[in-house]
Every structure is written in structure tokens, then in C-alpha cells.
């Protein structure tokens, strides 16, 4: 069984690895249709410049050469993994990604983990309490909450629980100047991302509330709910080992798309949170024209989105043992 | 192979259900009946006659926002099951009183194992060690003719046949051994050589546990093989009741009548259907919050007459044992005789 999951996982990102490429070809281009470049970004920054200056930074960069060109260049150095030399950072695209990976993933993973269990939570209450006040304050959050911006509810975080209360810090990762030890250092980290996580995962907490409660109102209607009430079986009993394990699976495919609209998402929200993370990354990439950076983060993205859509297969499996890796369902 | 002692006694059931039109209105009035161990009762009806609702009632399986037991008393040894309340309900449910559904497909949760579904009930009710259950789990499994029962319990819904799905949940209903097993539709989704080895399955464990069976069905063939009693309801009330035999040989309620002309019989067993030409009954089944005074069945029946239409007609005994709910059972019966 492990053996099989590994090897499965293994063909889907082989098979990944021409959609991969062809995500690189079609941001190399479209990227390119943003005006402006690295060159009069820097112009700009500097003051003052001349065109020789600029024609000197463009030759550096190697901006001077066709476009077919520098794509044939950033092709070929892309096949031996090396995503190129971000000129605004004086730093190798690979270092300045993998020293932001962490926090990204931290936030991402804390925001993942609140929003699925809540929205699961949620939504199977909502449903197990089908047409009572709870379950209407539920609903009724869950539409507000999905059509509040992910920036507002930040920002609102930010205003109610940082300025006004003082419980959490209003930006950052950790306390810049602080020398604690690992353990404390953790709790300080962790004391940094409540804001943020709680800010991303509002969305997707309402995206899940919804369709676990659909989903659950639809499972409870099933026959083999009938089965298990037969048999005497106690009201929770019915909804811990029946009901939420077969209404979970939709909550896991949608699970599954949002991760890499996730991450679209903690670009807006590490800009708010000055989270040092992928997300701001690109933010200040794509402001100062540093392409390659952008290009690398796109990269990394998706192989982050194939890899997980084949971990979310594999989890399928776990959950239903009808859904074989082989790609056939038993009915 | 009767015993004296009914272990289920049925009086004056009554459910209701509610609509947004009407309030509450009934779908199962007045039905008052027995079962003893070791017994067969079919009850028989078309679609919507409110055989279903009987079985859901006894079982207290409705749905709760919307309908109610409104009145009657439902004496299954020593508990009355109106009465009790919902936890003490749940422990006569699946343990005394259990229910075999209509579509093996759907009634087993496809994520769990088998075995463990059986296993389940064992627990619930007899409070033995997860070892113990498993054994008893496995003996089912036996009883109930599936081979290689071990390794089956280890197996998912979606591995097995719809009859092999069916046998498990008849396994599951008789997991503690009740004293009633009610049987709705049990083998309408199945096909026919199923349907018989399943009917004969619920034939044989009958004795083995000694238990009363309740069949729901709409097949006279079914109730002619393996019934000893049969009650037909039409709107939500028995309209009549009788020995499987003396039903066969010619039963008195009109709808009864027409139940068994509307039914092809190669066999050509006895009474008026014999020879005739395969009928069918005009019109349907009225909404139950539809019902007007009088007899339900009135506006489709062939012999009605002024008075059908005034008074919901009573239950009458007749000579031969059988009870009917026609004010003109007895000249029927005397026309024919």
C-alpha cells in the first residue's frame, strides 16, 4: 500500500513535469507584457540617469539581448535547476526562495489546518442542527465571512486586536532584537502568526463551511444513515463513525484546488501582515521588475500545485477505499 | 410451529405527518394487530398505502420535524414502544425490534467494512469485548450463508453482490437476536432467483431465532409462499385480515379482490382469479390529507352504493376468522358461497 502511494505519487509528478514547463513558457511571455523593466526601475530609484547608464544595466542584466534569446537562456539554466541571479537582491534566486519557504509554509499550513477543521466543524453542525438558530448564526456568518475581502479582515484584525487591544503584534515574524532560545522563539513566532493565519483562512473557513454542511445534509439523508439509526446507534455516534467521513470527501477535492489559490491569497495577506514570506516576495519582485525572482516563485508554485493535487489522490484513497490509484472507482 | 402468546401487539396505531396545507393529518389510522413468534404476517398494499409508514412507526424511524406517533399502543413483550423515550427507544431498536430495508445497495455505509458494520450493533447492545464481537460478527456472517466469512468481514460494500449485501444487512438486523424482524420490500431490488434464497434466508433464521416476521410487499406471490397471515392496508388502515389460505381462496375486501385479479397467477392456486383475465384497479391511491368521509377506497371500487360514501366502514369479523372493513363483506361473502 505505501509502496503503491509512493510510486503513484512519483508518476503524477513526472506527469506533472510537462505541465510544469509549459507554466514557465506561458509567465516567461505574459510576464513580459507588464511595461517597464528591472533597468528603469533602478533608473527611477537612483535619482537621476542617463540612457548610457540604463543601456549599461540592461547589457549587465542581459535585457540588451532578443527575447527569444533570454527565453532559450532562462530554459536552459532552468534544466539544471538554477532559476538565476535576482540583480535587486545582489542574491541567487534559489537562496532568497528557499530562505522565504519557511514562513510561507507556516502560515499556509496554520491557515490550512484552521480553516478545514472549522469549516468541517462548522458545517456539520450546521447541518447536524438542520433548521435551528445555530445552525442559521452559522450560515449567516459563513456568507458574510465569503464575501469579506481577505485585505479588509485583515486590516480589521490588525485595527481590533493589535492597535485597540494590544494582545498580538500588528506585523512581522518575530521580535526583531529579541535573543530568546529555540523554544521561546517558537511561542514568539507562533504569537506573530495568529493574526495572519486567522486572516487567510476566513475565506476558505467559509468556503468549507458551506460545502460541509451540503454535503453533510445530503449524507444524513442516505440510506445507510437509516441502517445505522436502525441498529440503535446514539445520535453522535451516527455523525462520528457514518455521516462526516463520507461527507468529507467533497470538503477534501475543493481542499485540494485552493491550495495554490491559497497562495495567491498570502501574497495579499503577508503584504498587510509584512509576513516575510513567498507571497511578499513577489510582491516586491513584481514592483521592482525583478522578473527572474517573479519567475521563480511562479515556478515554485506550481510545482507546489502538482505535487498536491497527487497527495490529495493518495488521501482520497484513505478516506474511500472505492477510489483506487489506478484511476479506476468502484461503484 | 404458532405459539398462543403474540410478542407484538399493535392497537389503534395512529401517525401523522405534517404539511404546510393541511396541519397534521394521518397516514397510518386505526390499525390494530399481532404477531407471535415463529410467525409470518404480510402486509400488502400499492405504493403510498402507508405499509412503509406502519414499519417506520413500529420502529419509530420518522422523521422527527415533521411527524408524530399520534396515538396507540405498540406492546412488544414488556415495553409499550409509544411510550418510551427516545434513549429507551434506542435500546430496543436493533436489539428487540429490527428492520431490513428495501435497497441493499444503499443501506450499508460504503466506507466501512463489513464486518464491522455488524460488529457495531453487537456492541451497542451487548456490551461484549471488541474480540467477542468480531467472533459473534463472523458467526453471522456464517448464518447468514456467506462464505468465507472471515475474510468477507474484512471487505468493503462496494466488493460484494446485491445479494450478498443484502444478507449482510439482514445480518446486522438479527446481529442481537430480536424478537421482531420487519422486512420491508426486502427483495424488491434484487432479482429473482436472489429474491427466493433471500426470502428462504429470512424463512429459515425465523425458527432458528425464533422470531416474528413482519414482510412488506406488494408481491402476492412473495406473501402466498411464505406468509401465514396476511393484512392489506389501503389509505393508511387495514382494510383487511386473514389466514393466507382463506385470503387466497377468496378475499372479501373489494380491493383485496381486485389486488388479486390485477396479478398474473401461472399457477392458477384458487378462487375467482382463476381463468379471468388480468385486471387493473382504476385510479390511484388518494393523498391521505385528501381523505373524504367514508370508504377510501370508494371512488375506485366496482360495488359502491350510497352508504360506502357516509361512514368510514368498521371492521367486521367474518365466519371464517378473517376481519374486513366493507359494510358489503357479508353479502359478498354470501354471493359467492
Known amino acids: 500500500m505505501l509502496f503503491t502511494n509512493a510510486k503513484y505519487v512519483l508518476n503524477r509528478i513526472l506527469h506533472g513535469i510537462p505541465i510544469i514547463l509549459a507554466i514557465v513558457v506561458v ?13 528603469q526601475v533602478l533608473a527611477g530609484e537612483s535619482g537621476a540617469a542617463t540612457a548610457e547608464y540604463m543601456d549599461q544595466i540592461r ?33 541567487t534566486i534559489a537562496s532568497l526562495i528557499i530562505e522565504r519557504l519557511g514562513a510561507t509554509a507556516i502560515l499556509m499550513g496554520a491557515s490550512m489546518v484552521l480553516s478545514i477543521g472549522l469549516g468541517v466543524i462548522l458545517g456539520a453542525i450546521a447541518a447536524v442542527r438542520d433548521r435551528t438558530f445555530l445552525s442559521h448564526v452559522i450560515v449567516i ?46 511561542l514568539d513566532v507562533l504569537h ?24 453533510m445534509l445530503e449524507t444524513l439523508g442516505q440510506d445507510y444513515i437509516k441502517t ?83 497527495v490529495v489522490d493518495v488521501i482520497y484513497t484513505l478516506v474511500d477505499p472505492r477510489i483506487r490509484l489506478n484511476g479506476g472507482r468502484h461503484e | ?81 409509544a411510550k418510551l423515550s427516545d434513549t429507551e427507544m434506542r435500546q430496543v431498536r436493533g436489539k428487540e425490534i429490527s428492520m431490513v430495508f ?47 466469512p472471515m475474510a468477507r468481514a474484512d471487505q468493503y460494500p462496494f466488493q460484494l453482490s446485491g445479494g450478498m449485501r443484502q444478507r449482510i444487512v439482514i445480518a446486522i438486523a438479527l446481529a442481537c437476536r430480536p424478537k421482531v424482524l420487519i422486512a420491508d420490500e426486502p427483495t424488491t431490488a434484487l432479482d429473482v432467483t436472489i429474491q427466493a434464497q433471500v426470502l428462504e434466508l429470512i424463512d429459515r433464521l425465523k425458527s432458528e431465532i425464533d422470531m416474528g416476521v413482519i414482510l412488506i410487499t406488494h408481491d402476492l406471490g412473495v406473501v402466498a409462499e411464505w406468509a401465514q397471515r396476511v393484512m392489506v392496508m389501503y389509505a393508511g388502515r387495514k382494510v383487511e385480515e386473514a389466514e393466507v389460505e382463506t385470503f387466497f381462496s377468496g378475499p372479501s375486501h373489494p380491493y383485496s379482490q381486485a389486488l388479486l385479479s390485477s396479478v398474473p397467477r401461472p399457477d392458477a392456486l384458487i378462487g375467482e382469479a382463476k381463468m379471468s383475465q388480468l385486471t387493473e384497479i382504476p385510479g390511484t391511491v388518494p393523498p391521505m390529507d385528501q381523505l373524504g368521509p367514508g370508504c377510501a377506497f370508494a371512488h375506485r371500487c366496482s360495488r359502491r352504493t350510497e352508504g360506502c360514501l357516509a361512514v368510514i366502514p368498521p371492521l367486521l369479523t367474518l365466519p371464517s376468522g378473517t376481519s374486513v372493513a366493507c359494510i358489503h363483506a357479508e353479502e359478498f361473502a354470501h354471493d359467492r358461497h
Open chain 1, 59 to 91: 547589457k549587465q542584466f542581459g535585457l540588451d539581448q532578443p527575447l527569444w534569446i533570454q527565453f532559450l537562456n532562462y530554459m536552459k539554466n532552468l534544466l539544471v535547476f538554477d532559476l538565476g541571479y535576482s540583480f535587486r537582491h545582489g542574491r
Open chain 1, 228 to 310: 445505522a439509526r436502525a441498529k440503535g446507534l446514539s445520535g453522535s455516534r451516527i455523525v462520528m463513525a457514518h455521516a462526516l467521513r463520507n461527507a468529507i470527501i467533497p470538503v477534501l477535492t475543493m481542499a485540494g484546488v485552493q491550495v495554490s489559490a491559497m497562495l495567491g491569497g498570502s501574497v495579499i495577506i503577508e503584504s498587510v501582515f509584512g509576513w516575510p514570506g513567498l507571497g511578499l516576495l513577489a510582491y516586491e519582485a513584481l514592483f521592482s521588475r525583478d522578473l527572474n525572482l517573479l519567475l521563480g516563485i511562479f515556478f515554485l508554485s506550481s510545482i507546489l500545485v502538482v505535487v498536491t493535487n497527487a
Open chain 1, 141 to 186: 456568518l459563513a456568507i458574510v465571512t465569503y464575501a469579506t475581502p481577505l485585505f479588509w479582515v485583515g486590516l480589521m484584525l490588525i485595527i481590533v486586536f493589535a492597535l485597540n487591544l494590544g494582545w498580538f503584534p500588528t506585523s512581522g515574524y518575530e521580535t526583531i532584537g529579541a535573543t530568546l532560545t529555540s523554544f521561546d522563539h517558537m
Open chain 1, 27 to 39: 509567465n516567461f511571455f505574459l510576464i513580459r507584457l507588464a511595461p517597464g523593466d528591472a533597468a
Open chain 2, 1 to 81: 410451529m404458532k405459539s398462543a402468546v403474540p410478542i407484538l401487539q399493535v392497537e389503534g396505531l395512529r401517525t401523522e405527518f405534517r404539511n404546510k396545507r393541511n396541519g397534521w393529518f394521518p397516514v397510518v389510522d386505526k390499525v390494530n394487530f399481532h404477531l407471535s413468534a415463529g410467525e409470518t404476517l404480510a402486509i400488502v398494499g400499492e405504493s403510498g398505502c402507508g405499509k412503509s409508514m406502519l414499519a417506520h412507526s413500529l420502529m419509530q424511524l420518522l422523521p422527527s420535524r415533521i411527524s408524530r406517533l399520534a396515538g396507540g399502543i405498540i406492546r412488544l413483550g414488556d415495553h409499550d414502544l
Open chain 2, 102 to 148: 428495501q435497497e441493499p445497495m444503499t443501506s450499508l455505509n460504503p466506507l466501512m467494512k463489513v464486518g464491522r458494520q455488524i460488529e457495531e450493533s453487537i456492541l451497542e447492545h451487548d456490551h461484549c469485548s471488541a474480540k467477542e464481537a468480531r467472533k459473534r460478527s463472523i458467526e453471522l456472517l456464517d448464518m447468514v450463508g456467506i462464505p468465507e
Open chain 1, 192 to 215: 506573530h502568526l495568529v493574526l495572519p493565519a486567522i486572516s487567510l483562512s476566513f475565506f476558505y473557513m467559509a468556503l468549507y463551511t458551506r460545502l460541509m454542511r451540503a454535503s
